[in-house]
C-alpha cells in the first residue's frame, strides 16, 4: 500500500502562484511514477503532470505546459507541483497519483494509489 497525502491548496487570484505538495508512506517512494490529475465540478478528471521515477524526466497537459511543474523529492517522499500564471479554469480539486508502471502514461485508470485531493480556487 502507498499513502499520498495532498497539500497546499487554496485561494488566488488569476495570476498568482500555489505550491501543492504529495507526501507519500508505505512503500519505496522511488520505485513509483507520480502523477498530478484535476478536477472539476461537472467535469471529468484530468491529467495534468507526471514525473518518473529518478525525476529527471516529466510530461505535461497541453493546458498547463508551461505554467506548471513537476518535480520529486525520492529522499522526502514527496512531489511537487509548482503552478505559476494561474487561471480561473485551473480551478479544481487536484489529487497526485502513483503508479508502478511507466507504461500509465496520463490514464488515471492506470495508477493504483490516490490521495484525498485538494482544492485550487483561482478568482478571476
Known amino acids: 500500500q502507498v499513502q499520498l497525502v495532498e497539500s497546499g491548496g487554496g485561494l488566488v487570484q488569476a495570476g498568482g502562484s500555489l505550491r501543492l505538495s504529495c507526501a507519500a508512506s508505505g512503500r519505496t517512494f522511488s520505485d513509483y511514477i507520480m502523477g498530478w490529475f484535476r478536477q472539476a465540478p461537472g467535469r471529468e478528471r484530468e491529467f495534468v503532470a507526471r514525473?518518473?521515477?529518478?525525476?529527471?524526466?516529466?510530461y505535461y497537459a497541453d493546458s498547463v505546459r508551461g505554467r506548471f511543474t513537476i518535480s520529486r523529492d525520492n529522499a522526502k517522499n514527496t512531489v511537487y507541483l509548482q503552478m505559476n500564471s494561474l487561471k480561473p479554469e485551473d480551478t479544481a480539486v487536484y489529487y497526485c497519483?502513483?503508479?508502478?508502471?511507466?507504461?500509465?502514461?496520463?490514464?488515471?485508470?492506470?495508477?493504483?494509489?490516490w490521495g484525498q485531493g485538494t482544492q485550487v480556487t483561482i478568482s478571476s
Open positions: 514525473i518518473l521515477r529518478s525525476g529527471g524526466i516529466a
Open positions: 497519483a502513483a503508479s508502478q508502471y511507466v507504461s500509465s502514461g496520463s490514464s488515471g485508470g492506470n495508477y493504483r494509489y
